[in-house]
């Protein structure tokens, strides 16, 4: 098998190749880790690579095949998202205060994930603390999209969206407060999931805040992958109080049921000021897809409020709080366009705060009255494709369809629904004429991912994706 295939294979296509003796744990971990070193330079994925930990794990992944006794993920190589603690493994966040920090522990999920027999290939890049959806930050600096390598891969999983488009490995862990898996995913061209909230426990923290927005979950190049790399990673865990009670679903065993006959619902609104004409169009064609498989697709739009300010007061509020016990250190150190998050956080009241769970409370009572409609929900994943990316930092593009935008605009269909909790995933649905991914995203009701995954992959089925890749 050449060496350059088995870096695209899916994690599903490796595990059968390594249950017939076709190829190897070690020998994939080495062409992927050859890979790494050729494309990551060029987009900047990676930024604590863990070869001699994936070589090792890959020695014992084979023993296991071996012996008949292999994990889930036995021999996968997968890579973490620099947010998520990783014990003996530097986790930095992005950031100049916890530049040299190594954990004493793992997170709950990659805990999971060493169970499974997964290969660990690295940790990848991330915004500082994951706050904005551009992945850069004065460490490492930015990741660059493998589609167009002037423009953004978007975040905060940037680096783990980048790495899965090139082919550094057929799965990566991201997390998602306000759209940082979909969006990268979108940008990038590849497949994400952010699960119903509490379904992967989210446990512990570099870093207070965002404890009732974030989602764990995962970033693949296909339906299938994210099915099975949620039923190892999903599960409740005490050291998360927000965990889930088991859903007693196989994701991967239940995803190949039929679709069935569902009402979806399509909008390019959402409360989002502007949209690309280009995004909109292909976003409209990929939702026609369905009505392929029987499906009844209907233009209709929830009529959310717009709750970016809400999303802003979250970001300065809690980005305070995190940092106050070290504010000083923080304002020096810290992404220069932060200083905002630092610095205007007086100008709001507990008051404010609190006004933000009762938008919350709104929100969803207009959501889950939508969801009694309709099965599912399609949108854009992201208001415009890949911009190009500035020195010196932005936090989104200065305008969409010729619209001044503000750094909100563009993910403004992503983080509502993480203010509700409900499941949702991007999947590739197009290019623009200048050859960048579109995501069309995909919302689910509360607590159903699978129906999100079944769409997803009658999606895939229509209109595969995996065998698209950028020139690099």
């Not at 249950?19 to 744990?25: A, Q, R």
């Not at 409020?305 to 300065?316: E, F, G, K, N, Y």
């Not at 305008?399 to 499941?423: H, L, M, R, Y």
Request: proline fraction near 7%; include cysteine; hydrophobic fraction near 40%.
């Amino acid at each position: 098998m050449e060496k350059d295939e088995v870096c695209w294979m899916s994690a599903i296509e490796l595990l059968s190749s390594y249950k017939k003796k076709e190829i190897s744990p070690v020998e994939v971990t080495e062409a992927v880790l050859s890979r790494l070193e050729e494309v990551n330079p060029k987009i900047n994925a990676v930024v604590t690579l863990t070869a001699d930990l994936a070589l090792q794990q890959a020695k014992e992944a084979e023993k296991k095949w071996m012996s008949g006794s292999p994990g889930a993920l036995c021999g996968v190589p997968v890579t973490i998202k620099d947010l998520i603690v990783t014990k003996g493994i530097r986790t930095t966040c992005g950031s100049r205060l916890f530049e040299n920090y190594i954990p004493d522990e793992d997170a709950v999920l990659v805990e999971r994930l060493k169970y499974a027999g997964a290969v660990f290939l690295g940790k990848t890049n991330v915004p500082e603390f994951g706050l904005v959806a551009v992945t850069d930050n004065l460490l490492f600096g930015p990741s660059k999209n493998p589609w167009d390598l002037k423009k953004t891969t978007g975040g905060s999983s940037g680096g783990a969206a980048a790495a899965v488009a090139s082919g550094i490995g057929p799965v990566a862990v991201g997390n998602d407060g306000g759209g940082s898996i979909r969006i990268p995913s979108s940008l990038c061209g590849v497949f994400g999931l952010k699960p119903q909230f509490g379904r992967i426990p989210s446990y512990p923290h570099v870093v207070h805040g965002w404890e009732t927005m974030n989602h764990e979950g995962p970033i693949t190049r296909t339906v299938s992958d994210a099915a099975l790399m949620l039923d190892v990673m999903a599960g409740p865990d005490d050291r998360d109080r927000l965990s889930l009670p088991a859903s007693g679903i196989n994701y991967l065993e239940s995803l190949e049921e039929p679709l069935g006959k569902l009402k979806i619902a399509f909008t390019t609104d959402l409360a989002v000021q502007a949209v690309d004409s280009e995004v909109a169009r292909i976003t409209a064609d990929a939702a026609r897809v369905f009505e392929e498989s029987g499906c009844e697709v209907i233009e209709d739009d929830p009529g959310i409020p717009d709750m970016s300010q809400d999303l802003t007061i979250m970001v300065i509020v809690d980005t305070f709080a995190a940092h106050e016990h070290h504010i000083e250190q923080a304002k020096e150190l810290m992404y220069p366009l932060y200083k905002p998050f630092l610095e205007l956080a007086s100008i709001y009241s507990g008051v404010d705060r609190i006004r933000v769970e009762y938008h919350r409370k709104d929100m969803w009572k207009i959501m889950r009255k939508f969801f009694e409609k309709y099965d599912l929900l399609l949108t854009p994943s992201t208001a415009c494709p890949a911009f190009d990316f500035k020195e010196g930092g932005m936090l989104g593009p200065d305008t969409i369809d010729g619209k001044e935008a503000n750094p909100a605009s563009w993910v403004g269909f992503t983080f509502p629904f993480n203010f509700t909790g409900q499941p949702a995933a991007s999947v590739p649905c197009g290019f623009t004429e200048s050859g960048l991914p579109v995501g069309l995203q995909i919302v689910g009701r509360r607590f159903d991912e699978i129906t999100v995954l079944r769409a997803a992959l009658a999606f895939e089925k229509a209109r595969p994706w995996a065998d698209v890749r950028p020139d690099l």
